[in-house]
């Protein structure tokens, strides 16, 4: 074997280390979460009565019910309990979790601005 394709051989196997690690840290477990335990809001005959919250952004994965739109985080704010992800099309909230258990959501201290 050439120095060049030992070289190659280490970076293939380096690279495929990484991709399997990549894709053993980003899979993410959903689990539902009732909006009452969540966020501070009125229960009604059409869902649950909340404020306006700002989103934080989109992440990669799709609503686990819909299997289209990419949910929504929201972070610690005014009327939020938990940092928690939402689908803006069924309204449906998630926690997330890794494969592990690990929580993702998880911060590392305990804020609240009510």
């Given at each position: 074997?050439?120095?060049?394709?030992a070289?190659?051989?280490?970076?293939?196997?380096?690279?495929?280390?990484?991709?399997?690690?990549?894709?053993?840290t980003?899979?993410?477990?959903?689990?539902?979460?009732?909006?009452?335990?969540?966020?501070?809001?009125?229960?009604?005959?059409?869902?649950?009565?909340?404020?306006?919250?700002?989103?934080?952004?989109?992440?990669?994965?799709?609503?686990?019910e819909?299997?289209?739109p990419?949910?929504?985080?929201?972070?610690?704010?005014?009327?939020?309990?938990?940092?928690?992800?939402?689908?803006?099309?069924?309204?449906?909230c998630?926690?997330?979790?890794y494969?592990?258990?690990?929580?993702?959501?998880?911060?590392?201290?305990?804020?609240?601005?009510?």
């Amino acid at each position: 074997m050439s120095k060049f394709d030992a070289e190659n051989a280490a970076d293939a196997g380096a690279n495929s280390f990484l991709d399997k690690r990549r894709l053993e840290t980003t899979l993410l477990v959903f689990k539902q979460l009732d909006p009452a335990s969540i966020v501070n809001g009125i229960p009604t005959s059409a869902g649950y009565l909340t404020r306006d919250f700002i989103f934080a952004g989109e992440i990669r994965e799709t609503c686990p019910e819909c299997q289209t739109p990419h949910l929504k985080l929201v972070l610690l704010q005014v009327g939020v309990i938990k940092p928690h992800l939402v689908c803006p099309l069924c309204t449906r909230c998630f926690d997330a979790f890794y494969v592990d258990g690990t929580p993702a959501l998880e911060t590392p201290f305990f804020c609240s601005f009510d």
